[in-house]
């Protein structure tokens, strides 16, 4: 899986070997990282961000789940714990980011996007190395903060000084133009958000206009053309 590959929900569960992701936050989901689905859609629950040219995430916690007695969980504190003591996933967040701060290793987190309804995009794996705990409309809230690891730094640099970061509200434009398909052959798995405007032309501004949805072997078989 690389960035900006296109899934759907359904690959996303099996990818993480899971039967469902209901959960923004899943706290080691797998043994060697966690999980996290952001959304920067205008209606999303939680104030997302994707942040200095994609390389950092400010990703708010959670609230307290809704249940008889807390009709709007918007109006509370996000909790830390649960009424039985156990760390929420906020809690096991924070935990992770004091340790790192102790000197271990930083928690691996994977990130994907919600572009539309059951249409996910890989953003890449992301350090977990700081959180804040600020009041915001009356209530306390997390916002943690998260660094693309070094990898896909060197990746995303790479694709910047290409000019191929491609803009979410340009991903869901693309979509929807596409009908979710790969344009040449109407495919609708293995999807990528395919840029383009060839390095050697300089390739400025990623519009809607220069970028297309193409399946894994129409992808390949372009850039087999390239170069
Ligand atoms: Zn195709």
Known sequence: M??????SYRKMCDIENVQTLQRGMNFRLNPNYSVILMSQRKNAPYTDQIIEDELKIIYEGHD???????DNPKKYDQPLKTKTGKLTENGKFVESVN????????????VYEKIFPGV???????????????????????RFELKLTEHEIDETILLKQRSRIIPTEVKMEVWKRDGGKCVICKATDE???DHD???????????????KILCARH???KSDKIE
Request: aromatic content about 12%; hydrophobic content about 35%.
């Open 197 to 211: 405007i060839p390095y050697s032309k300089g390739g400025s501004s990623i519009t809607v206009e220069n970028v």
């Open 120 to 142: 996910w995009s890989y953003r890449g794996l992301f350090n977990l190395i700081d959180y804040q705990h600020i009041i915001s409309e009356d209530r306390k809230v997390f």
């Open 191 to 193: 999807l990528h958000f």
């Open 219 to 221: 992808n390949l078989s």
């Open 64 to 70: 307290i789940p809704k249940t008889k007695d807390i």
């Open 2 to 7: 690389i960035k900006d590959d296109i899934i």
């Open 99 to 110: 340790n790192y701060k102790k000197g271990k290793m930083p928690e691996r987190i994977r």
